[in-house]
Nanobody
Framework: VQLQASGGGLVQAGGSLRLSCAVS????????IGWFRQAPGKEREGVSC????????NYVDSAKGRFTISRDSAKNTVYLRMNNLKPEDTALYYC???????????????WGQGTLVTVSS
């Protein structure tokens, strides 16, 4: 089982990025895929999650209306589209997989490496 996160970069405030989480070793639609972020000196925070089967989604309050999580089963990839980015979105972003959605990092069994998002003011 492998998760490969990519798509981070440097963007100005108000800009957009799309993060990708490419999954191998299992079918992405059979697992919940969550996006987390960790800023320097802060705890890892759940940002968004997409449920298996129903593809239901949830978001942390600070991401609602700006971020969209989606799934492409043909590519076995989950995306996080981030619009209207703010400096406080700066963090290392990780994707993770487990049986169900949760905002608690320890409840996820599989993790990808992080991809860095830096938003300049």
């Amino acid at each position: 089982v492998q998760l490969q996160a990519s798509g981070g970069g440097l963007v100005q405030a108000g800009g957009s990025l799309r993060l990708s989480c490419a999954v191998s070793g299992f079918t992405v639609a059979d697992y919940a895929i969550g996006w987390f972020r960790q800023a320097p000196g802060k705890e890892r925070e759940g940002v968004s999650c997409i449920s298996p089967s129903t593809a239901g989604t949830n978001y942390v309050d600070s991401a609602k209306g700006r971020f969209t999580i989606s799934r492409d089963s043909a590519k076995n990839t989950v995306y996080l589209r981030m619009n209207n980015l703010k400096p406080e979105d700066t963090a290392l972003y990780y994707c993770a997989a487990d049986w169900g959605c949760s905002s608690v990092p320890v409840e996820y069994s599989y993790w990808g490496q992080g991809t860095l998002v830096t938003v300049s003011s």
